[in-house]
Each structure stands twice: as C-alpha cells, then as structure tokens.
C-alpha cells in the first residue's frame, strides 16, 4: 500500500463568512479530482504531480474569493488494494469565523480525500 500525503500552507487576505459558500467549494474540489485525474489507473510516480496540481488548483480557487483567511489543504491518495484507510482531524479553534471542509472522491484503482481548513486572520 502506497498513500502519498502533501500538504501546503497558504496565506491571504479581506471578508466574508466561508460557511456560506461551502456548497459551492466543495463542487469545486470534486471538479479538480475529476479534471486532474478522472479515470486515470493509479500509478505512484504521478501522485506526487496529482496532488500538487489539485491543492494548488483549491488553493488558487479560494484566493480568488479575497478573503482575510489562512488555508491549510491536506491531500491524501491511496491505492485501492482492500486496505483499510481511517483518517481523522482535530482543531482548537473559533467555531464561528473558522472551518474545516473534507471530500472524498475515488475512481476504479484509487480514493483521494481533500481537505482544507480556513482560520480567519
């Protein structure tokens, strides 16, 4: 079992709640899975290219809401081998300006699980 794990921290800044635009992020991390890797097999020397391009691909989406959040994206590729995988997350934070958002998206050979976390500055 081959799980490559790449995570990226990214600071912006100006304001509106993150809450209400959920729904549509997290179509779009769907959308970068699906553009990024859609049916692809799973093969370990493009995981690394594969998670880049999808943290940077988020990353890049959020910037462009301008807001006055720092961004934590955390993606995770595993092999689909019949192996278990559990993750899990835990913050101390203020519950009313910060949020955390997961999505996990699988094709035939391989699950992704994204997520980004926003801390208001």
Known sequence: ????????????????PLKEKKKHIRSF???CFKTTIGESSYQHSRVNQWTTIVIEQCLGQLSSLRQPF??????????????????????????????????????SSMHCILTVCSMAI
């Not at 720092?70 to 300006?97: H, P, R």
């Open 70 to 107: 720092k961004y934590i994206a955390s993606c995770v590729i595993m092999e689909k081998t019949g192996a278990g995988l559990q993750a899990a997350n835990s913050c101390f934070w203020d519950n009313s300006t910060d949020e955390t958002c997961t999505v996990h998206w699988e094709n």
């Open 29 to 31: 991390y769907f959308e």
């Open 1 to 16: 079992m081959k799980v490559t794990i790449v995570i990226i921290l990214f600071h912006l800044c100006v304001v509106l």
